[in-house]
T-cell receptor, first 109, second 111 residues
Framework: GIQVEQSPPDLILQEGANSTLRCNFS?????LQWFHQNPWGQLINLFYIPSGTKQNGRLSATTVATERYSLLYISSSQTTDSGVYFCAVEQGNFNKFYFGSGTKLNVKP | EPEVTQTPSHQVTQMGQEVILRCVPISNHLYFYWYRQILGQKVEFLVSFYNNEISEKSEIFDDQFSVERPDGSNFTLKIRSTKLEDSAMYFC?????????FGNGTRLTVT
């Protein structure tokens, strides 16, 4: 199956700092999503972004499908941004979405 | 906004007991999934379900696991004889052939 690699695995930021999270995938994909897992374990859908760029408040994401990567940008980070960020991809038959191992973000006040 | 709902939110069971985890996918979605996440680890695929049958299953999804869509709204995961290593958060998800939508999960603890 397709390999999904996320970097960095861990990230510690001071409140107000900016960060970039990366998701690389080993084969062409039809769908790509970014999720935030909050401290209660809920998987919150951030972006559905198979290609192009989207922005939602302080968060934005870019997927370059031809080069097999996606980036999630967090600007002016807040303590509520803490948690684990997952990238998930799908190859077109919807049988399975493949998850990366996540980036664990800790934003300190 | 419509959402995927899962019940119960927490389930504690003894080893060897059967458990049924319940999910109500978003009503116009046609593809359903179960994923699980052992504490602190990655989200693992268990099974996908489409057109009233299993589309794909992982090696985790052995004979102890089964899924069912008993009516037009519910989607269930049954574990026949639970083991200690089945303790995890179980997530149900659905899609309308675009974005994947997750429920809030059922935390299963096997003692």
């Amino acid at each position: 199956g397709i390999q999904v690699e996320q970097s960095p695995p861990d990230l510690i930021l001071q409140e107000g700092a900016n960060s970039t999270l990366r998701c690389n995938f080993s084969d062409s994909v039809n769908n790509l999503q970014w999720f935030h897992q909050n401290p209660w374990g809920q998987l919150i859908n951030l972006f559905y972004i198979p290609s192009g760029t989207k922005q939602n408040g302080r968060l934005s994401a870019t997927t370059v499908a031809t080069e097999r990567y996606s980036l999630l940008y967090i600007s002016s980070s807040q303590t509520t941004d803490s948690g684990v960020y997952f990238c998930a991809v799908e190859q077109g038959n919807f049988n399975k979405f493949y998850f990366g191992s996540g980036t664990k973000l800790n934003v300190k006040p | 906004e419509p959402e995927v709902t899962q019940t119960p939110s927490h389930q504690v069971t003894q080893m060897g007991q059967e458990v049924i985890l319940r999910c109500v996918p978003i009503s116009n979605h046609l593809y359903f999934y179960w994923y699980r996440q052992i504490l602190g680890q990655k989200v693992e695929f268990l099974v996908s379900f489409y057109n009233n049958e299993i589309s794909e299953k992982s090696e985790i999804f052995d004979d102890q696991f089964s899924v069912e869509r008993p009516d037009g709204s519910n989607f269930t995961l049954k574990i026949r004889s639970t083991k200690l290593e089945d303790s995890a958060m179980y997530f149900c998800a659905s899609t309308d052939f675009s974005a994947l939508h997750f429920g809030n999960g059922t935390r299963l603890t096997v003692t």
